[in-house]
C-alpha cells in the first residue's frame, strides 16, 4: 500500500484513485492560463487546512503577488507563515526592492540552480513541508535548454529525499503537444496536463492525468472549471476532442 497526498482539489483525487503516491515529483503542464499556478496554490493550500506544512517556490511572479493571487480564492497564507508551516522561496525579484528586503528566503541569483536549492533546503526543514510545489521549473532552462533534464534530476532528488510530494510547473506553448521536453518528461513521477481549447468560439478546460508511477488512474480526459474557490474537476465526466467536441457522462 502507498501513502497517498491528496490533492483536495474536488473531483482530482477520484481520478488519481486516492491522490499522488508520496514522494512522486509531478509534472503540471500546460499553456499559459490552463490554471497551472491555481492548481498548485490549491494543492498547497488543502495541505495547510489540514496540518501539512508547505513551500511555494515563486519563479515567475513577485512573492508579493502570490500571496494576492491566493487570498482571491480565499486562501489567505500569512498566518501559516507566521506560524511557520508555509514558506515562499523568492527566486523571482534577486533581492532587489524594498518589498524583496521582507522575505526570509531570498535566492539572491535566481538563475544559479545550486543556490536556489540551497534556499529550497533550508525552508522545507525549518517548515517541515510535506508538500512543495515550484512555478515554473521551466524557467530555470528556458534560456539553456540542454540542462533541463539534469535541473529536474536535482530537484526530484532534493524534493523526494527530503520526503515532500511535490508538483513541478512545466510551461508549454500553446500548440505543444509534449509536456516540457524529453528529458524532464521522463524524469518525472507523473505528469498531468492542462489543457485550453478553442471549440466553436469557446474555451473550454480540460486536464488529463498521463502517467503517475505508483498508482492506478483514469485514462480519460475530464473537464474542469476555475470558480472564485478554485479548480473544480467533474471525474465523472470526459470530454472528447476529435473532429467534433462532446463533454459526456463517463
Ligand atoms: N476567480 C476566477 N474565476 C474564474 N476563473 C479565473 C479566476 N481567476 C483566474 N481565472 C482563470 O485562470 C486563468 C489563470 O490561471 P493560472 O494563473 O493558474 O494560469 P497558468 O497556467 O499558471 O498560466 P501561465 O503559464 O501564464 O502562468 C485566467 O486566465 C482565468 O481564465
Ligand atoms: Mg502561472
New binding site residues.
Given amino acids: 500500500m502507498v501513502g497517498r497526498v491528496k490533492t483536495g482539489i474536488p473531483g482530482m483525487d477520484e481520478i488519481l484513485n486516492g491522490g499522488i503516491p508520496e514522494r512522486n515529483v509531478v509534472l503540471l503542464s ?1 499553456g ?8 498548485s496554490y490549491q494543492y498547497l493550500w488543502n495541505g495547510l487546512r489540514q496540518g501539512e506544512p508547505g513551500v511555494f517556490v515563486a519563479l ?1 511572479e513577485h512573492p508579493v503577488q502570490v500571496r494576492i493571487n491566493m487570498s ?2 480565499g486562501w489567505d497564507v500569512k498566518p501559516y507563515e507566521r506560524e511557520g508551516s508555509f514558506a515562499i522561496v523568492d527566486a523571482f525579484t534577486g533581492g532587489v526592492g524594498e518589498a524583496a528586503k521582507r522575505e526570509r528566503y531570498v535566492v539572491r541569483d535566481p538563475e544559479d540552480v545550486g543556490l536556489l536549492v540551497d534556499v529550497l533546503k533550508e525552508a522545507i526543514r525549518d517548515t517541515g513541508a510535506k508538500r512543495v510545489a515550484v512555478d515554473s521549473v521551466s524557467t530555470l532552462y528556458l534560456a539553456k535548454p540542454v540542462l533541463a533534464r539534469r535541473t529536474v534530476m536535482v530537484l526530484k532528488r532534493v524534493l523526494s529525499g527530503l520526503g515532500t510530494t511535490s508538483i513541478l ?1 512545466s ?1 508549454v506553448s500553446v500548440t505543444e503537444r509534449g509536456f516540457g521536453g524529453p528529458g524532464v518528461e521522463h524524469a518525472a513521477d507523473g505528469i498531468i496536463r ?1 489543457d485550453l481549447d478553442e471549440i466553436n468560439g469557446e474555451l473550454v478546460r480540460s486536464l488529463i492525468v498521463w502517467k503517475m508511477r505508483g498508482t492506478r488512474h483514469s485514462m480519460r480526459r475530464h473537464p474542469f472549471e ?3 474557490k478554485g479548480i473544480i474537476v467533474y471525474h465523472n465526466k470526459v470530454v472528447r476532442i476529435g473532429r467534433t467536441f462532446t463533454i459526456q457522462e463517463a
Fill in positions: 500546460g499559459p492560463g490552463t490554471g497551472k499556478s491555481i492548481f515567475e482571491q480564492f510547473v510551461q492542462l476555475i470558480t472564485d
